[in-house]
């Protein structure tokens, strides 16, 4: 079983900047996709960024392309989100995800196959 955590999530202004990391026990990242997500009060869970842990080839969702960053450090067995330019918008409880699948939906949160039990991101205005 992969036990996934998250942190670094609070409360920032709009503008203001965060970085999430998520970090994997039990097992590496090692020939995996790592994903975050995001769900905001009375909506579903939507795609964010996602890394291919192998070649480091990161996609993004286009609400928060150019603003946020997904990168890894292999040595940690982490995954981090850096988010700059932070809006109100992107108040959310924020989730990170492994799959170790190959040629899945990696923008599918149903492809998905361990969480992390999220944390939470406030932007104010």
């Known amino acids: 079983q992969v036990q996934m955590v998250e942190s670094g999530g609070g409360l920032v202004q709009a503008g203001g900047s965060l970085r999430l990391s998520c970090a994997a026990s039990a097992r590496t990242f090692s020939s995996s996709t790592v994903g975050w997500f995001r769900q905001a009060p009375g909506k579903e869970r939507e795609f964010v960024a996602r890394?291919?842990?192998?070649?480091?080839?990161?996609y993004y969702a286009d609400s928060v392309n150019a603003r946020f960053t997904i990168s890894r450090d292999k040595a940690k067995n982490t995954v981090y989100l850096e988010m700059n330019s932070l809006k109100p918008e992107d108040t959310a409880v924020y989730y990170c995800a492994v799959c170790y699948s190959a040629f899945r939906s990696w923008n599918d949160a149903r492809s998905y196959d361990y969480w992390g039990q999220g944390t939470q991101v406030t932007v104010s205005s």
């Open positions: 890394i291919n842990w192998n070649d480091g080839g990161t």
